[in-house]
């Protein structure tokens, strides 16, 4: 959660959506879900 508000702290960033080799995921390793973008 810590990279999420690092990133979203920048002024020109509103969200962060994280992908995995180049596509969207559901979870990440089955331990958070990453499924929609993470916003301010």
């Known amino acids: 959660e810590q990279i999420i508000q690092s ?3 920048l002024e ?3 969200s962060v959506q994280f992908l995995l080799d180049g596509k969207k995921a ?3 390793m089955g331990h958070m ?3 929609d ?4």
């Not at 973008?37 to 301010?40: A, D, I, L, V, W």
């Open 37 to 40: 973008p993470f916003t301010k």
């Open 7 to 9: 990133l979203t702290d």
């Open 26 to 28: 559901e979870t990440l």
């Open 12 to 14: 020109t960033v509103d």
């Open 33 to 35: 879900s990453i499924a």
